[in-house]
């Protein structure tokens, strides 16, 4: 004797199975972009705690960094907007920030370094007092990486 399902049955059945499964689909696929976009936002906020930011101030240019480094500055530069408005200056001893709270490089500073044309590479004044500044810099953490003795 076979345990035989009415058509009509069959096919409700049949229908609420592929409802199911298209809903579990739609579930998987949220908790797939929900969690892509929780990595993405780490991923963002890691790259902003992890770099310096600058300040051009009237008494110099202030330094900060999310967290604690270290990092190892080498050179100040001032884009300008056009080509020839690039100048760079190497701080001869690199400066080493250890600590979030940064660091500030003095106007007097910052005039007395030797500055150099982006392009030429011929000494050129400092820039003036207003002008925006920023900073080349080397996250240690990196260099530390490749280099940590365990």
């Given amino acids: 004797m076979h345990n035989t399902v009415p058509p009509a049955v069959q096919s409700s059945l049949g229908k609420a199975t592929r409802r199911m499964a298209i809903t579990a689909a739609g579930f ?53 907007t056009h080509e020839s408005d690039k100048i760079v200056a190497s701080l001869g001893q690199p400066l080493c920030i250890v600590d979030s709270s940064g660091l500030t490089i003095g106007t007097k500073e910052i005039s007395a370094l030797h500055w150099r044309s982006g392009i030429t590479g011929d000494l050129v004044s400092a820039p003036n007092v207003g002008d925006e500044l920023d900073i080349i810099y080397v996250d240690a953490r990196r260099l530390r990486e490749h280099n940590s003795v365990h």
Avoid: N
């Avoid at 902003?48 to 530069?77: A, K, M, N, W």
């Fill in 28 to 80: 998987i696929l949220l908790a797939l972009v929900v969690v892509g976009v929780q990595l993405k936002i780490r991923s963002v906020t890691t790259q902003q705690t992890h770099r310096l930011f600058v300040t051009r101030t009237e008494s110099g240019l202030q330094v900060r960094c999310g967290d604690d480094g270290p990092y190892i500055i080498t050179h100040l530069v001032r884009y300008g």
